[in-house]
């Protein structure tokens, strides 16, 4: 008996057969599943809908020839920046936007590199074609990187801004000004007049943010500002402890704290322990970016009150705005998005003591 293999009765079936069944290009049958908005939607819905029936899953390889892409996203991490694939908040974004990056079924490449060879590290990206688009990590103000991939032409979307740069560029970022703000404003609500901001390093975009609105706001109450009660540095625990320590051995001390993380915080409430103080009875405290996965702010009741934004969720909006860049025309203006954050009420904070 003469056995005779059809694509149908394969376990797999090669991109020329999928389209041969449907009566289409591979080319077309390769967009439609990429999501290319040149397809037309009827023919995208029913190309999605055979390759569910039949059980068809793109060979990779083939896709890369058929629309020229490498179906896959670049993010070059520079370690003397202090970015490290341990840190949770870096581990968070890179979660949220791997969701995005698997349901639209492109790969996500992780380039490690010095600092120094971080221009490099994108130069041979665009070069050798393996990636179709990078997110951009830890923008400094006037970042060097947006420049240098707007020559590249490659598609790009920024986690954070670079205030000092003025040529429109596609990001993503947290109203950090807002939500330093209102932490202050909650603290002065409470009647705390001596606020510690212990933030992240100020060449940061994000944390000169953040030190703008704690100033901001005790200056629109006639509040002087005191540059001992000002320290930006690594957001570690042992940071915020020897920064805490420091500013609680003033000879008037803060009553409160705003940390620009969780991380931070746990070292903050070391440091006011080791005093014989208690948080959020003789010391308030409040810490940002306490939505992590790896490192919960309590279970039912939070223990630090927050500016909440989720760094998650600032991941996946990231992802799917850079592949709907790379998806479509070039030259269509860079999209962006601000993200506010929500005042979480935690065990922390409290009237200032009498």
């Known amino acids: 008996m003469i056995k005779i293999e059809t694509a149908l009765n394969r376990a797999t079936m090669t991109l020329k057969e999928f389209s041969a069944l449907l009566g289409l290009s591979p080319t077309t049958v390769s967009r439609a599943l990429g999501g290319y908005p040149e397809v037309r939607k009827a023919t995208r819905d029913h190309v999605i809908a055979e390759a569910k029936r039949l059980n068809y899953h793109p060979d990779a390889r083939a896709s890369r020839l058929a629309t020229g892409r490498a179906k896959a996203v670049g993010h070059v991490i520079p370690l003397s920046s202090g970015h490290q694939i341990m840190n949770p908040v870096f581990a968070d974004f890179i979660s949220g936007a791997g969701e995005v990056y698997s349901r639209h079924d492109h790969d996500m490449i992780l380039s490690i590199v010095d600092g120094v060879d971080e221009a490099a590290s994108y130069r041979t990206l665009k070069s050798k074609g393996s990636v179709d688009g990078v997110i951009v990590h830890g923008p400094h103000l006037n970042d060097a990187r947006i420049p240098l991939l707007q020559e590249l032409n490659m598609p790009f979307v920024v986690h954070g801004r670079a205030s000092d740069i003025t040529t429109p560029y596609a990001w ?26 212990i933030n992240g390093i100020e060449q940061m975009d994000f944390a000169m943010r953040r030190r703008r609105g704690v100033t901001e706001a005790l200056l629109a109450r006639g509040l002087a500002l005191d540059p001992d009660l000002f320290f930006a540095g690594e957001m570690t625990e042992g940071i915020g402890y020897a920064a805490a320590k420091t500013m609680l051995s003033l000879a008037t001390p803060p009553t409160a704290f705003i940390a620009s993380s969780i991380i931070l915080g746990y070292g903050i409430r070391r440091a006011i322990e080791e005093k014989g103080l208690k948080m959020g009875r003789d010391i308030s405290v409040i810490v940002h970016d306490d939505d992590l996965s790896y490192l919960k702010n309590g279970d039912d009741v939070p223990i630090f009150t927050a500016t909440r934004s989720s760094v998650r969720e600032a991941g996946r909006v990231a992802a799917a705005m850079l592949l709907q860049m790379i998806a479509g025309p070039r030259d269509a203006p860079p999209p962006s998005r601000l993200l506010e954050a929500e005042l979480i009420i935690g065990q922390s904070t409290c009237p200032i003591p009498r």
Do not use: S
Request: net charge positive; hydrophobic share 45%.
């Open 172 to 197: 993503v970022d947290v109203n950090n000004r807002r939500a330093f703000a209102r932490a202050t404003n909650f603290l002065l609500d409470f009647g705390h007049r001596r606020i510690g901001l």
